[in-house]
């Protein structure tokens, strides 16, 4: 692990505390002890029950929010996260809010509820549904008569005019969680893109409304998208959690909703320049082809082009007959010399120098010896000039001398 020095460690602290989701978002209730309240606005203060106690720090930002003067000896409910003042080493609670305590039970059963959802899974990402990029109409379920819608409606014209379909909702009393559902319900009949659900700020109780669960379910089963905009930045209910997309107040949700007019139009603009630039190459490169193709099928360029075809015909031609023409003699030099060898064996050579054959008259087959012959057979003898029909009256047999008839050859 090596060694720390004091910063080191101090600093791994603070890490490992603020990296721990459990201790990002936590609400404590207590007694508040040794409050300072220091001249650049923020708030120092222990705040303790009866067995211990923890170092707050509430800053300037997060008390102008608050609904009311702490004092010592307070019991106040304070949301924050754990943090650690490296300097001292000390772990404290940065405040984020604080209300006055008095409201345990609605708390209790807060927590309750939004566990028992969660184990259900009401909040998994991956029942998020994505919210379109360019709404058409967006419809909106708040008070009439409230500031949200004012709110919204403002943030709209500006940012990007978009049609709008409020349906009106109680959000707060006994009745108001059916009126939120009952809203809901309609605007998944309508053709609306994205659903905006929120009120202005408010105590635990004011936004209780939100925190029921008849008022989740009818989020998480809607097939319309839902930004929950419910309270201030620091308040958090069950509709933040079953939404698709949480914003920290009704005007935050309208402009998630919407794209920016401005940009939009920087966007429409380059891509329309873009397209004009591209249309303008396609045109150019589409007017050098027509050309060239015009330039291929011009009348003198075509006559050209068949006097060159024809010039090339006839030198062809003229290779073809020459190629052709010595083809012709190497064949005819070749046959020559096979006649040649083969009148050199030719019988009939034979027959013109003086020379006769003897066949058989029935088989025709050569006489190559006496003994092939009877007497009184009838052969015939060829002649240079014709045949003699002649018989055998007898038949004499001579030897001859090889050697001599060797020589002789």
């Known amino acids: ?39 650049s606005g923020h708030y120092y203060f222990t705040l303790k029950d009866g067995n211990a106690q923890i170092s707050c720090v509430s800053f300037r930002m997060t008390n102008r929010t608050l609904k009311f ?4 000896s307070m019991k106040v409910l304070v949301f924050g996260t754990v943090d650690v003042y490296t300097v001292r080493g000390q772990y404290q609670l940065r405040v984020l809010d604080m209300r006055p305590d008095g409201i345990g039970e609605l708390y209790k059963a807060y927590e309750q509820l939004r566990n028992r959802l969660q184990e259900e899974g009401l909040f998994d990402v991956v ?3 994505k919210i379109p990029q360019y ?79 008849i008022v989740a379910r009818a989020i998480f089963d809607s097939g ?23 914003a ?12 920016e007019k401005t940009g939009l139009k920087k966007h429409v603009e380059s891509v329309s320049s873009r397209m004009q630039q591209a249309a303008i190459h396609l045109i150019a490169d589409k007017r050098h082809h ?9 009348p003198e360029r075509f006559a050209e082009i068949v006097r060159r075809d024809m010039q090339r015909i006839d030198e062809l031609s003229s290779r073809m007959e020459m190629a052709f023409g ?15 060898r083969l009148n050199a064996v030719s019988p009939l050579n034979t027959l013109e120098r003086g020379y006769s054959i003897a066949l058989k008259s029935e088989s025709h087959a050569v006489i190559r010896s006496v003994d092939d012959v009877e007497t009184e057979e009838s052969v015939d003898v060829r002649l240079v000039d014709g045949t003699l029909e002649c018989r055998v009256t007898g038949r004499r047999s001579e030897k001859i001398n090889k050697a001599e008839n060797g020589s002789r050859s």
Request: proline share 5%; aromatic share 6%; charged share 20%.
């Open 135 to 213: 709404p058409s109409r967006i419809g909106v379920i708040t008070s009439p008569t409230g500031a949200a819608i004012h709110d919204i409606l403002h943030v709209l014209r500006r940012k990007f005019p978009v049609d709008i379909l409020l349906s009106p909702a109680i959000v707060q009393g006994e009745t108001s969680a059916e009126s939120i559902v009952k809203a809901l319900e309609y605007l998944n009949r309508t053709d609306v893109d994205v659903i905006i659900l929120g009120r202005g700020g408010g105590s635990l109780e004011d936004l209780w409304s939100f925190n029921e669960e």
């Open 69 to 72: 003067e702490p004092e010592s």
């Open 1 to 39: 692990m090596g060694i720390y020095t004091v910063s080191q460690l101090n600093e791994h602290i603070k890490k490992v505390l603020t990296s721990d989701p459990q201790l990002s978002q936590v609400w404590v209730r207590g007694e508040i002890s040794n409050l300072t309240k220091h001249s």
């Open 127 to 129: 029942h998020k549904k």
């Open 326 to 340: 010595r083809a012709m003699e190497s064949r005819h030099a070749s046959l020559s010399g096979l006649a040649g």
């Open 224 to 246: 319309i998208p839902v930004i929950s905009a419910v309270g201030h930045e620091t308040d958090y209910t069950i509709s933040d959690f079953v939404a698709d997309v949480r």
């Open 248 to 259: 920290p107040t009704p005007s935050a949700a309208a402009e998630i909703a919407v794209p």
């Open 290 to 298: 027509v050309e060239y193709l015009y330039s291929r099928i011009e």
